[in-house]
C-alpha cells in the first residue's frame, strides 16, 4: 500500500484550522493527520487532548517534524504568504486557505517561492470538488449550453457587527487586507473565472463600500462587472451587508441556462433552438406585437449590431432605454451623457462616470469632466495590463492538489480584487491603491 501523506495543520485551534483537523483525523484517504500548531495555546491543548495528538505554538516547529509532509494553512489572510513560505522552504507540500495572501506583493511572493522550492500548492478551493460544479463543467465542455454567453454569480451572506469583534484580525486593512471581496466573495470568483472561461476578466469596472458595519474599516459590498477573453460577459455582486440570497451562480449558453443556487443546480434550462442561429434566421413580421419574444430579440439586437441605439432611446425614460445607450455608444467608444439623470434639469449634467474615488454615497454631482479625463479614469483592466504587472497567473505552476485548481486562481482573485477596490489598474503597479474604498 501507498504511504499515507502526513498533515500537519498551521492555526489548527481555529474555525477552518479545527474543520480540516476533524476531516484528516477521521481518516480513510491516503492521508494521516500527524500534528497540530496554534498561537492560542488554551484552545491548542484541548485539542491536542481530543484528538490525542501532538502541538506546539510555533509553526517553525511544525514544518521540522519529520513526521510532516505536507501542512495546511489556516491561519489569518495575512499570516498566509509566511507560512506557506515556512512550509516551502522546509520542503513541505501545502494547502492553503483562501485567499493566497492579503496583499498582491504577498501572494507574488508566495507563489515566488513555491516555485523556487519546486513543492506542490493548492488554494482550498472547496467548490472545486463539489459534485454539481464538476457536472457543470463537464456540460460546458461538452458544448450542452452552446456558445457561452453571460455568467453572473452573487453572494449576500449578511454579517452583524459582532462577526467582525471575532478573531481580533476581521475588519481591518492591516490584519485583514480587505472585507467581503477578499473573505467571502474568493469561491464565487472563483468559480466565475472557472466556469466562464478558465481564464481572468479581460475587462472590468466596479465599485464597492462600507455600506454600514460600525466596527470594520474594509469594504462589505461590491459589485462589478466585465468581459472575459472568450467574449463571456459577467456581473458578480457580493455582500455581507445584505441578507436572503445566500450563494448564486448563472451561466447563459446559446443553447442552455443552469442556475446554480448554493452550489446546488436550481434549474436547468434547455432550448429548443440554439440562439445564436435562432436570432440570424429569424424573420418575423411584427417585431412589436404582443408577447413576441422573437420579434423583441430581433428588434433589439438588430440596431445594437450596426452600432445604432435602440429605437427606445428616443424615448429616454426607463432605464432599458438608458442600457441601450449605453450599449450602442459602448460600440462606438466615447463617452455619452445619458438622458434624465440627477441634475439634468437643473442644468447641471452629472458625469457618466464618477471618479474612482471616495465611497459612492460621499460623491456629489458635478460638472461632466472632459471626455478623456473620463477614459483615464474608465476602471478597465486589460489583459496587457495584467501581464505587464505579472498577475495574470500564467508565470506560476501553483496546482491544487486538493480540488484540481488550475494555476491561476490566487492571481485572478488579486487581479480582480485590485481592479474593484481601485476602479481601476494601472500597469507595472499590483498595489491596491485606495485604502479607503
Ligand atoms: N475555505 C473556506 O470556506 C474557509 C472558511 C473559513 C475560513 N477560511 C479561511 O481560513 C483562514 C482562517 O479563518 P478562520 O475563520 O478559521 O479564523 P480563526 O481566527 O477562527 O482561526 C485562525 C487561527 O489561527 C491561529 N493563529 C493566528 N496566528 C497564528 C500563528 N502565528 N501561528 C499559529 N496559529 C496562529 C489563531 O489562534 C486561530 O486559532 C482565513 O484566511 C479564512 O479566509 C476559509
New binding site residues.
Given amino acids: 500500500m501507498d504511504k499515507k501523506v502526513r498533515f500537519g495543520v ?10 480540516h483537523a476533524n476531516l484528516l483525523r477521521e481518516g480513510g484517504g491516503p492521508y494521516q493527520l500527524t500534528a497540530l ?4 495555546e488554551a ?2 491543548h484541548q485539542q491536542c487532548q481530543r484528538l490525542g495528538l501532538p502541538g506546539t ?3 517553525a516547529e511544525l514544518v521540522a517534524r519529520d513526521d510532516v509532509d505536507a501542512v495546511i ?5 495575512p ?2 504568504a ?2 506557506v513560505g515556512l512550509a516551502v522552504e522546509a520542503g513541505r507540500d501545502v494547502i492553503v ?3 493566497l495572501a492579503a496583499t498582491p506583493g504577498d501572494a507574488l511572493k508566495l507563489l515566488k517561492a513555491v516555485n523556487r522550492r519546486r513543492r506542490i500548492a493548492g488554494i ?3 467548490q472545486r470538488a463539489n459534485p454539481t460544479v464538476i457536472k457543470l463543467k463537464e456540460m460546458i465542455r461538452a458544448g450542452e449550453l452552446g456558445k457561452l454567453l453571460s455568467i453572473r454569480v452573487s453572494g449576500s451572506y449578511f454579517k452583524s457587527d459582532f462577526y467582525y469583534t ?5 475588519g481591518t486593512w492591516r490584519d485583514e487586507g480587505g472585507g467581503v471581496l ?2 467571502q466573495a ?2 464565487g470568483i472563483d468559480l466565475m473565472c472557472f466556469l466562464a472561461a478558465e481564464d481572468m476578466p479581460a475587462e472590468l469596472s466596479g465599485h464597492c463600500a462600507n455600506l454600514y458595519h460600525t466596527n470594520s474599516q474594509v469594504e462589505d459590498h461590491a459589485s462589478a462587472t466585465g468581459l472575459f477573453p472568450n467574449g463571456v460577459h459577467f456581473t458578480m455582486n457580493f455582500s455581507v451587508a445584505t441578507h436572503g440570497d445566500s450563494s448564486r451562480v448563472d451561466l447563459f449558453g446559446s443553447a442552455g441556462a443552469v442556475m446554480l443556487q448554493d452550489g446546488k443546480f436550481a434549474r436547468y434550462i434547455r432550448y429548443e433552438q440554439d440562439l445564436v442561429d435562432f436570432a440570424r434566421s429569424y424573420g418575423g413580421p411584427n417585431p412589436y406585437g404582443a408577447g413576441s419574444a422573437r420579434g423583441a430579440r430581433r428588434a433589439a439586437s438588430q440596431p445594437l449590431r450596426r452600432g445604432r441605439p435602440h429605437p427606445q432611446e428616443g424615448q429616454a425614460a426607463g432605464l432599458g432605454g438608458r442600457g441601450n445607450v449605453v450599449a450602442a455608444d459602448h460600440q462606438r467608444h466615447h463617452p455619452v451623457e445619458l438622458p434624465g439623470q440627477e441634475g439634468e434639469a437643473a442644468g447641471q449634467p452629472r458625469p457618466v462616470r464618477e471618479d474612482a474615488g471616495g465611497p459612492d454615497r460621499q460623491r456629489a454631482p458635478g460638472p461632466a469632466p472632459a471626455a478623456a479625463e473620463r477614459r483615464g479614469h474608465g476602471g478597465v483592466l486589460t489583459t496587457s495590463d495584467l501581464r505587464a504587472s505579472g498577475l495574470d497567473g500564467r508565470s506560476n505552476n501553483l496546482k491544487s492538489q486538493h480540488a484540481g485548481a488550475p494555476a491561476a486562481g490566487g492571481s485572478r482573485f488579486w487581479a480582480i480584487r485590485t481592479a474593484v477596490c481601485t476602479g481601476r489598474f494601472g500597469s507595472g503597479s499590483a498595489a491596491c491603491r485606495r485604502r479607503s474604498c
Fill in positions: 498551521i492555526g489548527s485551534a481555529g474555525l477552518i484550522g479545527n474543520y500548531c496554534d498561537l492560542d484552545r491548542l505554538t510555533s509553526a494553512v489556516g491561519t489569518p489572510h499570516l498566509h509566511q507560512h486557505e483562501k485567499p482550498h478551493y472547496q471575532l478573531g481580533g484580525w476581521r477578499i473573505n474568493p469561491h
